[in-house]
């Protein structure tokens, strides 16, 4: 039990352009889920927080406007990286938070984004 | 959440027990340990996690100083598939803090 996915497991695009990533978990209900970026040789960092049918509280540092969060259901978060730049080349993650019980998180298995 | 202090890297041979230490001297007494791992280009795994008692699963043991300031993440015959960078974090359990990860450890098992 308690997986998470995401989609797609890597993607190349072109810059300026749009990219989505969505995240799933898929036997279990999650509240919250949190989105990370990791760049290479380094550790995961969060950006943000996505809470179910409300807005995502984001950390410092990151634009909500580029990285756009949408939280529909209890089951989905997708990411959008609008206007994508080469520099936002990275592993992105993310990962679902249980309602109850003890508040575990579950980890998705990654999404690598390159932009050209 | 408190901080933790763990070694860039360690070596072990396979077959052998690999020990991960941890310090988290600032931990509070209600805060947990917990230990997650992550292969490359992968999503973090969960390993392990306890309070003040020593844990074992079926992947690892947790091994907890008495006064709590660090903890020993043991697994006992590593194999070449337990390379992967373990990253020891502690957090109040059962509430809806975040999970902050440091630098954590490069655990290179060989030959």
């Known amino acids: 039990g308690a997986v998470v996915s995401q989609h797609p497991s890597w993607v190349i695009c072109k810059s300026g352009t749009s990219v989505k990533i969505e995240c799933r978990s898929l036997d279990f209900q999650a509240t919250t889920m949190f989105w990370y970026r990791q760049f290479p040789k380094q550790s995961l960092m969060l950006m943000a927080t996505?809470?179910?049918?409300?807005?995502?509280?984001?950390e410092q540092g990151v634009e909500k406007d580029k990285f756009l969060i949408n939280h529909a259901s209890l089951t989905l978060s997708t990411l959008t990286v609008t206007s994508a730049h080469p520099e936002d080349s990275s592993f992105y993650i993310c990962s679902a938070r249980t309602i109850k019980g003890s508040y575990e998180q579950y980890f998705g298995p990654g999404t690598r984004l390159t932009v050209t | 959440d408190a901080k933790t202090t763990q070694p860039p890297s360690m070596d072990c041979a396979e077959g052998r027990a690999a020990n991960l230490p941890c310090n988290h001297s600032?931990?509070?007494?209600?805060?947990?340990v917990y230990w997650y791992r992550q292969i490359h280009s992968q999503g973090p795994q969960y390993i392990i996690h306890g309070l003040k008692n020593n844990e074992t699963n079926e992947m690892a043991s947790l091994i907890i100083t008495e006064d709590r300031k660090s903890s020993t993440l043991i697994l006992p015959h590593a194999t070449l598939r337990d390379t992967a960078v373990y990253y020891c974090?502690?957090?109040?359990?059962?509430?809806?803090?975040?999970?902050?990860f440091g630098t954590g450890t490069r655990l290179q098992v060989t030959l």
């Open positions: 600032t931990i509070s007494g209600n805060e947990y």
């Open positions: 996505s809470n179910e049918g409300s807005k995502a509280t984001y």
């Open positions: 974090i502690v957090r109040v359990a059962g509430t809806a803090s975040k999970l902050t």
